[in-house]
């Protein structure tokens, strides 16, 4: 009899902890979907920012979404050199 009540028991509270923690991590769950869901609306704004500020250029898909960052590359080179048969040892 005494072994039958402690499974019983066990088995309760097992069931109260399943029901406490599931409660706790869907709000938790929600909670972090929210703020997930604020960062990427600060991120775009700050995106924004940056590319109106003419620091940075992004590729957009057709949704106009920002699916990466558009690097321009620019340079000069000068080369000048002087060459006489006198250099190779040509005779």
């Known amino acids: 009899m005494q072994t039958i009540l402690t499974v019983i028991s066990m088995a309760i509270g097992a069931l109260i902890t399943w029901w ?10 929600k909670e972090l979907e929210i703020e997930t869901s604020e960062l990427k609306k600060l991120n775009i704004l700050i995106l924004r920012a940056i590319e109106s500020a003419g ?11 920002i699916k990466g960052m558009v690097i321009g590359l620019s340079g000069k080179i000068a080369v000048k050199s002087h060459f006489s048969a006198e250099d190779f040892n040509i005779k």
């Open 55 to 65: 620091l940075a250029k992004f590729n957009r898909d057709k949704h106009g979404n």
């Open 20 to 29: 406490v923690a599931k409660h706790y991590y869907q709000k938790a769950a």
